[in-house]
C-alpha cells in the first residue's frame, strides 16, 4: 500500500488518491494475481520449461523463509513467458508436483526441455510429470559447484575442460569430451569430478537441441534475471505481513 502511495503523487509529493482508493487498486492487484493464477495454458506452445524457487520471509513464521515457486517458458515462436507463481512453503517433492501437476490441469503441453537447478524434489516431480521430456540441469550452478572444490590455481584450467565438455556440438561429442575430463582431473580432484560425474547425462542434454537454441537453454539465466528485479523490490522489506503480501 506504502508503494502505491509513493508512486501516485504529485510535484509536491502529495498523494493524488485516498486510501481508499489505494486499497481498491490493491485488492484489484490480488484479483488480477488470481485470474493470472487460473488462465488457461494451452494457448502457449511451450517448447523449453525453466523451473525454480525463490525465499522469502513471512512474519507468522519468524526466522524462517517459505520458497515462491516459478516458471518461466520460451515458446515455439521465441516469446518468453512467465507461466506460473505460487507459493511453495518448501521447495519440496510435493510443492513442486502440484505446482506442475496444477500446469499441467490447466493445459500446459509437453515440453521438449525443462532446465533446473539440482533441487532433489524438484527432480524427482519433473521425472514423475514429464517423463519422456528432456531435463537439463542449470551450467551456471553446476560449473559453480565443480569450481568450488579445486583451488584457486587450478579453477582456469578445469573451466576449460568443462566448456569443451558443455559446448561440444553434438551429445556425443560431449560424452567422449566428459570421459577425458574425468580421465584427467579425477586423480587429481576427486572431489570435483564427483560432482561433475552426478547427473552427468542431465548436464547435456541441450546439445540434443539446435545449436542456435542452447545458449539459452543450458541455464536458468531467464528466471534468475526475474528473481534478481524481484530482490531489488523486496529487500527493503524485512519480512512480510501474510502470504497475500508476498
Not at 490493491?26 to 506452445?45: A, G, I, M, N, P
Not at 500446469?103 to 524434489?121: F, H, N
Amino acid at each position: 500500500t506504502r508503494d502505491i502511495e509513493d508512486l501516485l503523487t504529485d510535484e509536491s509529493g502529495r498523494t493524488v488518491i485516498s486510501k481508499d482508493g489505494v486499497s481498491e487498486l490493491t485488492d484489484q492487484l490480488w484479483k488480477d494475481y488470481q485470474t493470472f493464477c487460473r488462465r488457461d495454458l494451452s494457448v502457449y506452445e511451450v517448447e523449453y520449461l525453466f523451473l525454480d524457487a525463490v525465499f522469502e520471509s513471512i512474519r507468522r513464521q519468524a526466522g524462517l523463509k517459505e520458497s515462491i515457486l516459478a516458471a518461466w517458458a520460451i515458446c515455439r515462436d521465441g516469446q518468453r513467458v512467465l507461466i506460473h507463481l505460487a507459493l511453495g512453503n518448501r521447495e519440496s517433492h510435493d510443492c513442486w508436483l502440484s505446482f506442475l501437476r496444477d500446469l499441467m490441469k490447466r493445459g500446459l503441453r509437453m515440453p521438449v526441455l525443462i532446465t533446473s537447478d539440482g533441487a532433489p524434489g524438484l527432480i524427482s516431480a519433473i521425472e514423475q510429470v514429464w517423463p519422456s521430456s528432456l531435463r537439463q540441469r542449470c551450467l551456471v550452478h553446476k560449473k559453480r559447484n565443480i569450481l568450488a572444490k579445486v583451488p584457486f590455481d587450478a579453477v582456469a584450467d578445469m573451466r576449460a575442460y568443462l566448456d569443451s565438455v558443455w559446448y561440444a556440438p553434438t551429445f556425443e561429442a560431449g560424452r567422449e569430451a566428459a570421459q577425458i575430463f574425468i580421465k584427467t582431473f579425477e586423480p587429481l580432484y576427486p572431489s570435483a569430478v564427483a560432482c561433475f560425474k552426478d547427473d552427468l547425462d542431465a548436464s547435456l542434454q541441450h546439445l540434443k537441441c539446435p545449436a542456435t537454441h542452447r545458449k539459452a537453454i543450458r541455464t536458468t539465466n531467464l528466471l534468475e534475471r526475474a528473481f534478481g528485479e524481484q530482490k531489488r523490490r523486496t529487500k527493503t522489506i524485512p519480512r512480510f505481513f501474510t502470504e497475500k503480501s508476498c
